[in-house]
């Protein structure tokens, strides 16, 4: 689990503020017809090439509209994948366990150049970036960090499994549960359609309090079974 550094504190407080405001505001209909639509089409702002190219070049002024567009698009991309299980995964993990978090970093970056919105590798890469004293490389970790985790935010409420948090990938659960300061105690999943709803049972961090989150977990089968790479 991640360790709470100052930054990833400031990022749970927002996140659990969205989410109190997400619950008592309502939730963003995802349109996944739409999002394919136009992240397909070279002549739309939402074009998926050249959402990515404001997302990591200005992240900061990245619109708030095209948010659910750039991080559920993803299904869409040639690159999609189900499954992550490359080489880089494995090196950057490795060294991550180990708090070899400079050498980790190279790895991490390599993994977002093919997905720059996975919320997994953001999350650890803001911990290296903590840890190794880069400031600016942190603050631009979570300026995109924020941007994803409210997305996921606002596509549901978490407090049922009609209402789930949608994902585009099963590492996105862990992370934003740590983001939320929440660690999983148990968990089931139903299939449901081409998505697959995952009940937990959950436990905040610090009070130790127990409740139930559910997310649903996304898939475009056809494309993403082209693509899976197994670590050698």
Not at 167 to 181: F, H, K, R, W
Request: charged residues 25%; hydrophobic residues 35%.
């Amino acid at each position: 689990m991640l360790k709470q550094s100052y930054t990833m504190t400031r990022i749970y407080y927002l996140a659990t503020l969205f989410l109190f405001a997400n619950i008592s505001f309502g939730q963003t209909k995802i349109d996944f017809k739409e999002i394919e639509k136009l992240t397909k089409d070279s002549t739309s702002e939402y074009f998926y090439s050249t959402l990515i190219s404001e997302f990591n070049n200005h992240p900061k002024f990245f619109e708030s509209a095209k948010a659910k567009f750039i991080y559920y698009g993803r299904l869409y991309t040639n690159s999609y994948k189900m499954f992550q299980f490359t080489a880089d995964d494995k090196q950057f993990n490795n060294f991550l366990s180990k708090g070899k978090y400079k050498k980790a970093i190279p790895f991490g970056e390599k993994i977002l150049q093919e997905i720059p919105t996975n919320i997994e590798i953001i999350s650890k890469l803001l911990l290296c970036y903590n840890k190794s004293d880069m400031k600016e490389q942190a603050d631009t970790a979570l300026v995109k960090l924020t941007i994803l985790l409210n997305t996921v935010l606002e596509s549901g409420t978490g407090q049922n499994p009609n209402e789930a948090f949608k994902v585009v990938a099963i590492g996105d659960e862990y992370s934003i549960m740590a983001l939320l300061g929440l660690t999983g105690i148990t968990k089931q999943s139903l299939m449901k359609g081409g998505s697959t709803i995952d009940s937990w049972k959950v436990k905040e961090i610090k009070s130790g309090k127990k409740s139930e989150l559910h997310f649903e977990w996304v898939v475009n089968v056809e494309q993403g079974t082209k693509n899976i790479k197994w670590p050698d």
